[in-house]
């Protein structure tokens, strides 16, 4: 289990080591008058915006904005603290008698980064809904200026959906919560809400200017009463300093939930899709059971299929004995039993949804939301509204029954909440929060739960503990799915674990119901070291009990779990084309970087990582491993080029500086991670190495040393050495085979002087 990356004391204290500027006190504030705020970053030409609240009163919109109503009071300015130091707080008030509007802004005084928040005061007689806060618009029509030099150089890429990064020239867009700005040397800025959790907010880029808004859904602001906005951060730090800043201070804000680590397993959904039944489950529980060195102690999930009808979450006819017997059955196995939700849907003959109409999700008109018929659906479904308060009994007694059938990990999926809510103070996200508030206290503490989201959202965080960041991985979507997770890969183990869905153990097998990889071995490669590197959740979705299934099951061992060090992208923000994800694994016994460089364009081509951004010392030669082949492929310092990949291929490999005259571990093939994870320890002395072997990866396989000294096996522990290799050039290749897992596994070496 990985360590945790909460945000504590220790964690804050080495982010300011790292990222520590001292920024100049004049590089943003208000203006005099309190009518702009003003901005000259480093890179950036200087920009100006105003702020401003849009509501409604008898049903037209209006505006209080910093420019177009008088100043009520002067700009003023205290000391304060945040997630990441002391800032400098300035505050205005401007308005009239009837509306008022306070603006702060936080200037950090450690990093390049302010954030903005407001206040609206309805000091009027009457009740008015509350529709946006514009907290910092810089478009010209509004009063503000904002300017780059050759638009096409600047990137903006979507933080928070799989939207495609485009040029800040032809991103004519409104995005969901955050986004970047931009461009290749580092130049930009990062913008996004941090809490706490107030509303969703967007980030629109019009005419080369940028709108950050709170979008606050026209909740009812009373008479004599006020509303704060969403707090969002401008860092204009590196790029992958102002991500770790932004989603760790979110973290901080919502309340991130205790860190439980990855988990792996078996879904049945692309096995069976609603097809499944006990006997099936049963037969897989078996399997897995009869085989705990290949597929460990995980997860069993039963998906979309088991139930009565949606809403009734009972045993249908093909699960005879229950699903409390088939979840014992589970546990007897000494794995951990799990099944689907879509609490939110409900067939509309359901008994409950005809005793609550209100309760069912409605547009303005009052016609009920309803989910088309499909073939997993046929009756379709309408959606319950999650704010109402018999539909609140109803959700919490469906994870409850969950829990008392003895699940000890639930899928939630099917998460539209609509936007029709009975109270109508509450913003679309404080109404997700509180569902999601639900769904904890009637799971209980000790039950996992994956929200199957597709996209982040903040409405989750401090309740799950692992989240679904792409679509669906059907084979044929390999590729959709990887633009997902590669970008998304920011928010795992600091907001939850990532889950990028299924990994298969083959581009195809003939007792599989879904069909091959349609782009090949590559593709499959890629998809599979992705899963293992992301760092969250490995699962497979495979009939494990079928032959040819077998044959393949060494496949699923070298991605379990996934690795320790979650894996992140070098670039992001920077270009466009996400292919260079991994880490630098910092060990006692030697530092290395693990790294998948993939080919997302078209056509064939090499690609080049640069050994400083990716964590290794800087002149010093490393040997590089292609975990594939199985084989050190070169030895390179400072850069290394691959040779030509196709479409869709990826290069896995590791990079171990050659800094010692004693033998150096550079590779393995038992685990996808390379090292990171089922090696817990390598010892050397002048006439010995040994190796502690960690309860991870494949049962057979090799590891590879680099050693100007001969090298022979000389002992084992809960495995066994099946030859040592001179493979020339001073490499060794132990062949290793028996992995024992639940015991300490380990090799010795011998070293010829």
Partial sequence: MKHSKLLLAGALAFCFQSIAVAADAAWVRLSED????????????????????????DGKKQRVDMQGTALLSPVSETVGTTPFGDAVISTVTFGNDAFQYTLTLKRLKSLRAFTVQAVFHNRSEQNVNLNAFDLLDTRNQSGGTFSVENASEWLVTPLMQDKAALTLDLAEATLNEAAMLYRSNGDGFLVGPVGPAEAYCNVQFVGQAVVASANMDGVLVRAGESRRSEEMIFSFERSTTSTDIWTRWVATTHGVRRNKGAVYGWCSWYDRTTKIDAAHVLGITDTIEANPNTFGKGIIQIDDGYQKMDGDWSANEKFPDGMASVAKRIRESGNIPGVWFAPLMINPEHPWAAEHPDAIQSNAKGIASFMNANP?????????????????????????????????????????IGNRFVDPTKTRLQVFRELYTLYREAAGDEMYILSCLGAPTRG???????????PDSHPAHFNKCLKSVLRFQIYDNVWWQNDADVAYLATGLASRKLGPTPQGEGMWRTWHNVVALVGGTAMTSEPLNTPDAKEQWRNFEIMRPGSREPAQLLTLGNTA???????????????????NLYNSTEGT????????????????????????????????????????????????????PLDSNRPILVGSNLHLSIGATEIDNVRVTPTAASVDLSDAGAQQGALTFYSQQPLTGAGSANCKIVSVVDLGDNLWQVNVTGRQWGTTQSIKLSVRQ
């Avoid at 959606?383 to 919490?396: A, G, M, T, V």
């Fill in 577 to 595: 084309d996400n292919s260079i994800f991994g880490f630098a694994a910092k060990r006692t016994f030697g530092d290395f970087a693990v790294y």
């Fill in 460 to 470: 989750v965080i401090g309740f799950i503990d692992a989240a679904r960041v792409g």
């Fill in 34 to 57: 309190g009518q702009r705020i003003l901005v000259n970053a480093e890179g950036i030409a200087e920009f100006q915006g105003v702020s401003s609240a849009v509501y409604s009163k």
């Fill in 605 to 656: 081509k090499p690609l080049t990582l640069d050994f400083k951004a990716a964590g290794l010392p800087a002149g010093v030669p490393c040997a590089v491993f292609d975990f594939w082949s199985n084989e050190v492929i070169a030895t390179a310092m400072d850069t290394y080029t691959t040779s030509p990949l196709e479409q869709h291929s990826s290069a896995l490999l590791r990079f171990t």
């Fill in 376 to 416: 997993f659906h046929p009756a379709g479904a309408n959606w319950i509204n999650p704010d109402h308060p018999e539909s609140k009994k109803f959700l919490f007694n469906i994870i409850n029954d969950a829990r008392e059938r003895g699940f000890g990990y639930i899928k939630i999926d099917f998460n539209g």
